[in-house]
């Protein structure tokens, strides 16, 4: 599968931006969907995940209730709806797609996209 993130760009704090993941190659529906981020000088971190089904979401303690992974099967896109956003939301952010499960690991070995970078400004 190959993926194409979108949807970054420069935003004042507390606003929101709304990132899109698009997925091509392949069944879209087979892939458990993840959202991560990388800030300047610091390690990749997992941001949220959901199942292929669409059922089960999980995210980060920083995402819990600012952000919201969501999917579009018809659309193969995965999308990321960040609210409330804070300076130390800055980072380059990934998608990533496995076929395994949800779990961080299962990611490390999948595909991901290129990045699309997110700036907050406080």
């Known amino acids: 599968v190959q993926l194409q993130a979108s949807g970054g760009g420069l935003v004042e704090a507390g606003g929101s931006l709304r990132l899109s993941c698009a997925a091509s190659?392949?069944?879209?529906?087979?892939?458990?969907m993840g959202w991560f981020r990388q800030a300047p000088g610091k390690e990749r971190e997992f941001v949220a995940v959901?199942?292929?089904?669409?059922?089960?979401?999980q995210y980060a303690d920083s995402a819990k209730g600012r952000f919201t992974i969501s999917r579009d099967v018809a659309k193969n896109a995965v999308y990321l709806q960040m609210n409330s956003l804070k300076p130390e939301d800055t980072a380059l952010y990934y998608c990533?797609?496995?076929?395994?499960?949800?779990?961080?690991?299962?990611?490390?070995?999948?595909?991901w996209g290129q990045g699309t970078l997110v700036t907050v400004s406080s």
């Open positions: 959901i199942s292929r089904s669409g059922t089960t979401t």
């Open positions: 990533a797609a496995n076929r395994i499960g949800t779990a961080i690991r299962w990611f490390e070995d999948g595909a």
């Open positions: 190659g392949v069944a879209f529906r087979l892939y458990n």
